[in-house]
């Protein structure tokens, strides 16, 4: 074996007698430290805070509590930050809201409403436009998109006029409650 390893005899007797260093010690001593840290807040600290919650007699460098974690799997709980999607503080004009909460339509194609939402992906935000009628309660019109941007209300609408022959007379209802008189 020593051979096939390139060690020898010797070199690989003292290994195999010699006990743990000083830093293997230290290290586990440390790793329960942390693990007991991480418990404690709940698995929400990661590696900064653990850092500024160690004892004064096991002070350690940042890189190296971030390392033994990895090392352990020990992770943090990751909270999802909150995205604000509309701007509610404009001075812009308000129209009228001549929906009024009245959620009924008689017929197709008489009130259709938008709405976006975003989807979260290994590969950052989705976002999501659609459009229902609200005579079938079904979509008319959808589209994605990686940015969130005045064309993605735009295709989805179009599609849905596309789809549904809509005419004159049609009232949308968008997400920020503006309500425009269609075609």
Known sequence: MCKALQVSRSGYYAFASRGESKRTKENRKLLKTIKEIHEKSHRIYGAPQITKNLPADQKASRGRVARL???DGIRSKVTKKYKATTN???NL???ENILNQDFKADKPNEKWVSD???IPTKEGWLYLAGVMDLYGRGLVGWAMDSRMKTELVSA???QAIGRTGAKEGLLMVFTSFLF???L
């Open 69 to 71: 974690m990895k090392a």
């Open 93 to 95: 004009p308000v129209a």
């Open 180 to 182: 425009l008189s269609l």
């Open 116 to 118: 976006i939402t975003y």
């Open 88 to 90: 509610s503080k404009h």
């Open 156 to 158: 989805a609408l179009k």
